[in-house]
């Protein structure tokens, strides 16, 4: 989806550690400096499952600031081997996943043979989603436009057993898949946080996920969101509304000069009719251009 006109870039600063602190455009010619810096990072700050990289705080506060939302931004640069956090507490904390969960809904999917590839066309449901959902919908298409009524039917082909099963292989989140087999993404018990999708979609790109390489082919083909000029953007959005909040995604990874980059931008908001679409697409790319990432 477009994005619109996006916010000035602020001063802002990273914090390494208890004390350091550098200005955060250094960070585009600092590296060495920052990766010495993260060496004193704090102890138990480990991502999951692993020892995890040196983590940098960044202070990002002014993209979500100005659209009046709370949020975390985490950021793993791969070749550095550093992690880079904006609000660290709750880039820990579990959310649910809304439509990020179609990139392991699709890989599922695909492994299970329930779809055989991301051409294949699921009859619309006859329901009255709107212009954008309305249709017959091959798996590419419905990825792209997050089409809802796509992927609960995917689900309930998948089936609630097989859906527990290979959500647990896959360690997603908190594994918990209760409150309906076609929406405990939406509505349900499954939480992950801002760390874990990251750590989730570094194991993608390496094929390190315990489906097919075939599927985290397919799945990673269908992510394609944009190029430009020296850089290629993978990703999928995901918004959940419960209790009168907000809940909003933007996950992926930014190719750039053969070196990939980890994102995942969680947006929370109570404001009515809170614009979420813009949300995601204004303070992700606000956050990836501060940090040297997109042009």
């Not at 880079?84 to 904390?93: M, S, W």
């Not at 329930?114 to 091959?138: A, F």
């Not at 993608?204 to 799945?219: K, T």
């Amino acid at each position: 989806m477009p994005s619109s006109q996006l916010p000035q870039r602020p001063s802002h600063a990273i914090r390494c550690g208890f004390f350091r602190t550098i200005p955060l455009l250094s960070l585009l010619v600092a590296g060495s400096a920052l990766a010495g810096c993260a060496a004193h990072a704090q102890a138990g700050d480990a991502a999951p499952h692993s020892p995890g990289p040196p983590r940098i705080e960044v202070d990002l506060s002014s993209h979500f600031r100005a659209l009046g939302a709370d949020g975390a931004f985490v950021l793993y640069d791969a070749a550095g081997d550093r992690l880079l956090v904006y609000n660290p507490e709750r880039a820990r904390r579990g959310f649910l996943p809304a439509s990020t969960f179609k990139i392991l809904n699709s890989l599922i999917a695909l492994e299970t043979g329930v779809i055989s590839d991301e051409r294949e066309v699921i009859p619309w449901d006859g329901v009255d989603w709107g212009d954008w959902w309305n249709g017959d919908m091959d798996m590419s298409k419905a990825f792209q436009r997050s089409a809802v009524w796509f992927y609960r039917e995917v689900a309930r082909r998948i089936g609630e057993r097989r859906m527990g099963e290979w959500v647990e292989r896959a360690a997603y989140g908190n594994r918990d898949i209760g409150g309906g087999e076609d929406r405990f993404w939406l509505s349900g018990g499954l939480r992950i946080s801002p760390e874990e999708q990251v750590e989730f979609l570094r194991r993608l790109h390496r094929g390190d996920l315990p489906f097919s390489e075939r599927s985290q082919a397919i799945v990673r083909r269908i992510m394609w969101m944009e190029e430009g000029e020296g850089y290629l953007l993978r990703g999928k959005t995901g918004w959940a509304v419960s209790d009168g909040v907000d809940y909003g995604w933007l996950v992926g990874w930014v190719e750039k000069e053969g070196r990939p980059y980890f994102f995942a931008t969680q947006i929370e908001s109570a404001a009515r009719a809170f614009p979420m679409r813009r949300a995601q697409q204004e303070i992700t790319r606000g956050a990836l251009r501060d940090l040297g990432i997109l042009p």
